[in-house]
């Protein structure tokens, strides 16, 4: 991406915005302007030539200013001569109270500072694989209060098409699948999706109204409980009668109950079961318009996903004394990338519905605590390489308008949970590409 990206800076900080770039580190011309003057940066990989004490205060001064808006241009620039100071430097020397700080110590301080940190590792997506039934299965027998599943009824005529293939998927994406009796007088309360599968239109006949009745109740529960509606769909007055009366999703039957037509049909109504169930975790980006996600999108375009990740940790680290970016799936949860854990490949992957993780995922909700010789606990620990990890650690979701897609696994070494508007604005770009 070589076009200019312009913004406000009422949704993102001068600070915040230099930080954000030197994460990035790319090149490019970055511009700001406040209501006290303007400031024109050549950014050489994510770094800048270190300033004089009357440029480092003229800096200070634009970037305590209240409003304006920023320009950034990627291209290419001459490589820097002399000393250098990352973006992120430059912004914590800027907004230090005493501005004759010596440019000697503040060279001195990055440098060190960067040497104390650890190391970023990314590990090597690993391949669709077997979703931990071992795990799973030892969970459930030895602490099944600390498993979470999503809870999904199925009324159907026939239960055998849903028995095997599909139930077990589903249990492996952490989804319990309820078979009722065919019925439209179904309790709902309990469930997070209903499912009505009628193999012909005949099912209904004489019961329309309490079909009806059901779709309505499950809309107004609380929370809603969305019906998907599996079964012919040839008579347009009832699809309308349904669609009135709120179900989510309309599905043709399957022409088949057995080999690719069941395996299909599977695959398709997982899909959707999914993206219902992401509803309750997806959050609006408040403060977060098109120019931010535009500058991100400029920041990373030459990137590839790796390299994106590890953008996201150097903030991260920044915050953190450890860290562990792990990528959700529908079938599991895997260490991607961290520092300053031994992180190792395989040991990296835990199963869907362990309960510590469902909550944030589901939720869209940081943990802030957890309790550290839980069995969900300790097998997290063991995908993040360590025997047991400490009670300040924070499980901060990752993601923006279409679900959580990550959990940072933050080590808050006892301190406040840091503010995470750059993580998020990462994030929330970096989401679909990244992890995906």
Known sequence: MKRAVTGSLEHLGSAELLRLVSATSPSGILELRTDRGSLRLEVDR??????????????????????????????????????????SAFAEAAGAVDHELRLDRLLAAEGADREARPPIHVLPPAPPADPLRDLL??????????????????????????????????????????????????????????????????????????????????AAAEPPVPVLWVAPLGDPDWVHRLIEAGVAFLMPAPAGDAGKT?????????????????????????????????????????????QGLRSLLVLASESFARGALLAVTGTEIRCRAGFGYPLNRSLAALPRGIALLERVIRSGEAV?????????????????????????????????????????????????????????????????????
Do not use: K
């Not at 003229?58 to 409003?67: E, F, I």
């Open 137 to 218: 299965a030892e969970l459930e027998a030895q602490a099944p209060g600390e498993l979470h599943f999503a809870r999904i009824a199925v009324i159907a005529q026939d239960p055998r098409p849903w028995r095997g293939v599909v139930q077990q998927g589903w249990r492996r994406r952490g989804w319990e699948t309820f078979l009722e009796p065919c019925s439209p007088e179904l309790a709902l309360e309990g469930f997070d999706v209903l499912i009505v599968h009628h193999r012909d239109a005949s099912t209904r006949m004489r019961q329309e109204a309490a079909w009806l009745d059901l779709v309505r109740r499950a």
């Open 368 to 436: 802030l605590e957890l309790a550290p010789r839980t069995a969900g606990a300790l097998q997290l620990a063991a995908a993040c390489g360590v025997s047991e990890l400490p009670a300040a650690t924070a499980l901060i979701p990752l993601g923006g308008g279409e679900g959580v897609v990550g959990v940072l696994v933050a080590d808050r070494n006892g301190d406040e949970l840091p503010e995470l508007a750059e993580l998020v604005v990462l994030a929330g770009r970096l989401g679909g590409v990244a992890l995906g």
């Open 46 to 87: 994510g770094r800048v030539r270190a300033p004089s004490a009357a440029e480092l205060q003229r800096a200070a001064g634009v970037l305590a200013g209240r409003g304006g808006d920023f320009r950034f241009q990627p291209c290419a620039v001459a490589a820097l001569a002399g000393e250098a100071l990352s973006l």
């Open 262 to 306: 069941l395996a299909r049909f599977a695959a398709d109504l997982s899909r959707v079961v999914e993206r219902q169930l992401q509803v309750p975790s997806t959050r609006p980006e408040p403060g977060l318009p098109a120019a931010v996600s535009e500058l991100v999108g400029a920041l990373l375009s030459a990137s590839d996903p790796d």
